[in-house]
């Protein structure tokens, strides 16, 4: 004869969604850390240089992301950690072990991937969908505790003392100490308010609820600033603020143009494929650098970026114009007045 008491044990109907959300936390520290090296800021993959693509349309969090990556030292230690904690809330779900700590845990992690890279995903809103599903799962998790395949449960049969203190209903598993005619409305504000953040932010980083649907993750778009010429030098700043965040934006061609549009300095893609250090100072860790047919603009690069030239301190005063062109066709214009 079944149990109905097993039946009705909600953390054991979790035991799956446990189960994939603790294996998809601990498997970035597994990444990480075991199957290759992308905690070495000089390894190809460091994910500090990951982390610098949420930058440009980042919500909320946006300050935090930029002090980290224009300080290196500290973006690392913040990986670092960042990487431990996955490791741990992920290993603890999967053994339900003090389950409703971790799936806090659980609800901060995926709230930060959702508001850092919530508006990243060329195909299916990728980072969006993990992020939301994630604070979702987090909820669920907090809910139900760990059911009869979980060691706070084998700790509640054995009668460990702490499983006797009311705080344990609160960090591990067991009925939550909430009072019945409470409980609804606790579980109904927690899902609104969860469904809340998912419409606003789908609408926000995709108008995915109302008027044109976008995605920032599909064409590259840099915006050029700060553009300057001064005696023989021309400078600006470019940053990379959409596009694919897997490969970069390649540059072929950067122009100086004169009030009819005609080309007055030119540097070809060959020039800019071995252009000198001195000629790009980065501000973050993810670095504009030349490649081996243009030059490289990661998404979330920004760098100023100079060139010398004698044709510079012989113009007149007047409004000039940078022209930068991607290798898709696509280009971006800045104008400078000298």
């Known amino acids: 004869m079944i149990n109905n008491n097993i039946k009705n044990d909600s953390g054991l109907l979790v035991l799956a969604i446990r189960l994939v959300i603790g294996w998809t936390y601990f498997s970035a520290f597994w990444r990480r850390t075991i199957l290759a090296n992308k905690l070495d800021p000089e390894v190809a993959g460091y994910i500090g240089e990951k982390f610098n693509h949420f930058l440009p349309n980042a919500l909320g969090i946006k300050p935090i992301i930029q002090y980290l990556v224009e300080n290196p030292d500290i973006l690392w230690l913040n990986m670092v950690i960042f990487t431990i904690i996955e490791g741990i809330v992920g290993l603890f779900i999967i053994f339900g072990l003090f389950t409703r700590i971790m799936s806090i845990g659980v609800f901060g992690l995926a709230m930060g991937i959702l508001l850092g890279s919530g508006w990243i995903g060329t195909t299916c809103l990728d980072e969006w969908q993990i992020g939301v599903l994630g604070i979702a799962t987090g909820y669920v998790l907090f809910l139900t505790g760990s059911g009869k395949y979980s060691l706070d449960n084998y700790f509640m049969k054995n009668n460990f003392s702490f499983t006797k203190k009311k705080w344990f209903a609160w960090l591990g598993s067991g009925i939550l100490p909430i009072k019945n005619n409470i409980f609804p409305r606790f579980v109904l504000i927690g899902s609104l308010a969860i469904l809340g953040m998912t419409l606003f932010t789908n609408q926000v980083f995709h108008g ?25 030098t021309l400078s600006f700043d470019v940053f990379r603020t959409e596009g694919v965040d897997v490969y970069g934006s390649w540059v072929i061609a950067i122009e100086v143009l004169d009030q009819n549009n005609n080309a007055i300095v030119q540097y070809s893609q060959k020039e800019l494929a071995s252009l000198a250090d001195q000629n790009i100072s980065n501000y973050y860790v993810a670095k504009i650098k030349p490649g081996k047919h243009s030059l490289v603009v990661p998404l979330g690069a920004k760098a100023k970026m100079t060139f010398s030239n004698q044709v510079f301190s012989q113009l007149s005063n007047g409004t000039y114009t940078v022209k930068i062109t991607d290798i898709s066709g696509a280009f971006w214009t800045h104008r400078i007045t000298k």
């Not at 064409?219 to 700060?226: D, S």
Request: charged share 30%; net charge positive; hydrophobic share 30%.
């Open 208 to 232: 995915g609820v109302w008027g044109t649907l976008h995605n920032k993750s599909v064409k590259p778009k840099l915006e050029i600033t700060e553009g300057k010429i001064n005696n023989d």
